[in-house]
């Protein structure tokens, strides 16, 4: 028996199958009514033909018996039997989802609805122009076919010519003769009568034919597969002869050579035979039948490990890095090895070159786990497709900055509210065909994906030139929940803000789409989780454009240390806006619990760290110290700190693996001096901050009422 | 004497499960990803076998198996056709191509063994 760990080619089989059903539906999205395009038909029939493959190795028959109706439709279809219709393209489209449904629940272990599946095999089977009687046993016969073995010895009598061309194939009769060699005993007669005289012998061709007789249990079935490779390409003749078993012996034993040579080899092949039909005797039972009754019992889940794909020459420069990193290393010992004074200066041209090796191969590294946001935006024409048919509206996509890259764990956890977001403007930004005409604006309306470069970050835009927001609409959904009173001012930001509140919806139907009202808020939570912002324009009747700003890694951070009695703590260069001495007039306290600062138009509360960390022998009058005025999430704290220190690359390590979630730290890091540094997170911070002073959640920061 | 083989097949997971099967077994195996790739490496290498897969971008199976046929070296050398297809016309198609035989996919480890034994001793 072969016993190989297939986990690992699991795993493979499962990406590469959704790799595969990508393919498989951009194709589909690319086709174009009416046109054969045979390219892309090939791919998504390939596409098709790979799973059905991979599938059947692993026993998912179900997916099998799946795939093999897609791609039996698909091979009618690529050989122009079909044209392309939107139906057929509609139809494909679901037979990939419903094989993505199927992999995932594979992968997982766990169960799905059997009944869309039985549904669409059946649209899939009445589509076909040839019908084909239920081929589902063929499919899996391979692996079903019973393998009987009653040893009753039986006489075959085998007459076999083969064709002169046969060798050319590559199929050779001894390992015919020693196939059959290992089902029974056999005899093996050479007839030598068609060889040519030497001047016409052709030594490519093969001129000889055999009589073999074989004493074997073996069926005729088994026999013939022995043959199967060869038969069109002979004269075959297998008879059964009936015989005592005394003329078995008779016939063999005074037989001391045999015209050819076959030995029983020390490996006795026979042994194996013995156990190929116990482990193709196990039943089985098309699974997809069990499915419905299968509650989701995750035992082991295999898809926890997870790979990256990394492009050749991602890897190259890496090991080019290193390369140069090994060069400066022995650069630096062998100035290290008589050093004196006077190679100081060598030293030092060596450290920086060891502090760019450092660089470099950092900005590498951390460059294998950029991926092109393409990973996520190519779910998109899909989903615009499905959307806008649904919707009966008519929207264009246009992608751009594609190949953008970017964290993969980032790219991972965007991908839920760049979805919301999209639903969103299908749903309630862009307006149906007839009220964009009445508005003076082409059908057709325009949703446009973009992702780009700025600063330290990743910016992503989903803009739409659909209805925007209407600002009183949702001026009064505030003052209906009673977030604010009718007669209270606000800016047009402090009014999309709402768009974030929990709860908040201004569609007035709750479509299937969105409009549950559980969306922006989420959106910006997990972009927030993210260490990154959202922020909404929007224009009533032009459109509206949501930007979101990422950070380009989460693994490393710019950093400025700053000083807090004796602990140091870091803060997120990016989120400081400013640092400052305290004018003491310009301070504000509020019922003794909540200090402003009054900076030029703004007033900022003022966060004590050392109260909050608890942290003694400190500077304690604001005067004495400095007030670091940081921006989270839109709002502005300003941070009470002894004195800033360097600003530094942070390597992030989590506190959350290693201790637990703290609210306010967003991870630690180990200092050059080995001490450890805790990361403040600013949004936590103000977080933290507005709970101690019980200020109204949903009102920004700077608006706090105190009472 | 250690038996090389040229596997050649565009899904990497029946590559890989070709290869882990094979390797296991004591075979040399060599990985090609399509047909192309796989006619360059059986004109540098000499493979004593070649399992490829017929369905591939570049240059299908078929086609592969009848250039390989046209070199001296591969004329005689078993050359085994993957496929899913239980179509006798298909099959016919692979003999007419100069294959030596075909292996059903799905295949088990063991089943793939015992063909390969039917080529290479």
């Known amino acids: 028996m072969t016993t190989i760990d297939l986990t690992q080619v699991r795993g493979l089989f499962f990406e590469e199958s959704f790799e595969n059903l990508d393919v498989m539906e951009s194709s589909l999205l690319d086709l174009e009514i009416g046109t054969f395009n045979e390219e892309l038909i090939n791919n998504i029939f390939r596409a098709a033909h790979s799973i059905k493959g991979g599938a059947g190795i692993f026993h998912f028959d179900d997916i099998v018996i799946f795939a093999h109706n897609a791609e039996t439709f698909l091979d009618e279809v690529r050989e122009g039997k079909h044209t392309i219709t939107q139906a057929l393209i509609d139809l494909l489209l679901r037979a990939g989802d419903i094989l993505r449904m199927m992999l995932s629940a594979s992968k997982d272990d766990i169960g799905y609805d059997a009944q869309i599946v039985q549904t669409c095999q059946d649209e899939l089977q009445k589509s076909l122009s040839v019908k084909n009687i239920d081929n589902t046993e063929e499919v899996l016969a391979i692996e079903l076919a019973p393998i009987e073995v009653i040893p009753v010895l039986k006489k075959w009598h085998i007459e ?87 003329e078995l012996d008779d016939e063999f034993e005074p037989e001391a050579e045999t015209p050819i040579e076959i030995t029983s080899e020390a490996e006795s092949p026979l042994s194996e035979k013995e156990f190929t039909p116990l482990d193709n005797i196990e039943p089985i039972e098309p699974k997809a039948k069990n499915y419905e009754e299968v509650t989701a019992v995750p035992i082991h889940t295999p898809s926890g490990t997870n790979s990256i794909r990394v492009g050749i020459d991602k890897i190259d420069n890496l090991i080019n890095m290193v390369g140069e990193l090994v060069i400066t290393q022995s650069m630096l010992d062998q100035i290290g090895e008589n050093f004196d004074s006077s190679r100081l200066l060598q030293l030092r041209d060596g450290l920086s070159q060891l502090e760019r090796n450092t660089r470099e191969l950092q900005e590498n590294v951390m460059r294998i786990r950029m991926l092109p946001i393409s990973f996520s935006f190519n779910r998109f024409p899909r989903l615009v497709h499905d959307l806008s048919t649904q919707l009966g509206k008519q929207v264009e996509l246009i992608l751009s900055g594609e190949n953008t890259e970017l964290d993969k764990t980032v790219l991972e956890k965007m991908s839920d509210p760049l979805v919301h977001l999209v639903r969103n403007a299908l749903d309630h930004g862009i307006e149906l065909p007839e009220q964009r005409k009445q508005a003076g604006k082409p059908e057709i309306g325009k949703l446009y994906l973009n992702a780009f470069h700025q600063g330290g970050s990743i910016v992503i835009q989903i803009s739409d030139d659909g209805a925007g927001f209407d600002i009183e609409k949702v001026r009064a959904k505030a003052v209906k929940k009673g977030w604010i009173t009718p007669d209270e001012n606000l800016t047009e930001e402090q009014i999309y803000e709402f768009i974030f509140q929990p709860g908040f919806s201004t569609s007035e139907a709750v479509s299937d789409i969105s409009g549950r009202g559980v969306g922006m808020d989420v959106v910006r939570r997990n972009i927030r989780d993210l260490g990154g912002s959202i922020e909404v324009k929007s224009a009533t009747g032009k459109g509206t454009k949501f930007s979101i700003r990422l950070p380009l890694t989460l693994a490393i951070l710019d950093g400025q240390l700053v000083r807090v009695g004796e602990e140091i703590f870091v803060l997120p260069l990016l989120s400081i806006m400013e640092s400052l001495r305290v004018q003491p007039k310009l301070i504000n306290s509020f019922t003794g619990i909540v200090e402003i600062y009054k900076l030029r138009d703004d007033y900022i509360p003022i966060l004590r760290l050392y109260k909050l960390f608890n942290i003694e022998n400190t500077t304690t009058q604001l005067e004495q110290g400095l007030l670091v005025i940081a921006e989270g999430d839109g709002q502005k704290i300003g941070l009470f700190v002894d004195e800033l220190l360097s600003q530094q690359q942070i390597v992030i390590k989590s506190l959350e693996n290693n201790y637990k979630k703290v609210q306010g730290v967003s991870g630690a890091t180990i200092l050059g001096d080995g001490n450890v540094a805790l990361i403040l997170d600013i949004t936590g911070l103000i977080q933290l901050f507005r709970n101690q002073t019980k200020s109204p959640p949903h009102l920004p920061f700077g608006m706090v009422r105190y009472e | 004497m250690v038996h090389k083989i040229l596997v050649c097949d565009d899904s990497v997971s029946i590559r890989q499960m070709l290869a882990l099967t094979l390797n296991d077994a004591k075979y040399d195996v060599t990985e090609s990803k399509n047909g192309m790739q796989a006619l360059e490496l059986a004109k540098q290498n000499n493979f004593d076998l070649i399992i490829t897969d017929i369905n591939m971008p570049l240059l299908d199976g078929l086609s592969l198996v009848s250039k390989l046929r046209v070199l001296p070296e591969y004329r005689f050398k078993p050359i085994l056709l993957l496929t899913t297809e239980t179509d006798p016309k298909k099959k016919k198609l692979a003999k007419a191509a100069g294959a030596t035989g075909w292996i059903i996919k799905p295949f088990d480890p063991d089943k793939l063994l015992v063909a390969i034994r039917k080529v290479l001793r």
């Not at chain 1, 015919?176 to 030594?203: C, M, S, Y």
């Not at chain 1, 079935?221 to 059964?240: G, H, R, S, Y």
């Open chain 1, 160 to 246: 076999f010519k083969p064709e002169l061309p046969i060798l050319q194939t590559g199929n050779d009769p001894i390992n015919l003769f020693r196939e059959l060699h290992e089902l029974g005993q056999l005899k093996v007669i050479a007839n030598t009568d068609a060889i040519p005289d030497f001047a016409e012998l052709e030594p490519q061709s093969c001129y000889l034919s055999w009589e073999l007789i074989l004493h074997s249990g073996a069926t005729r079935a088994d026999i013939e597969e022995i043959f199967e490779w060869v038969i069109d390409e002979c004269e075959l003749n297998i008879t059964e002869s009936t015989l005592e078993n005394q």
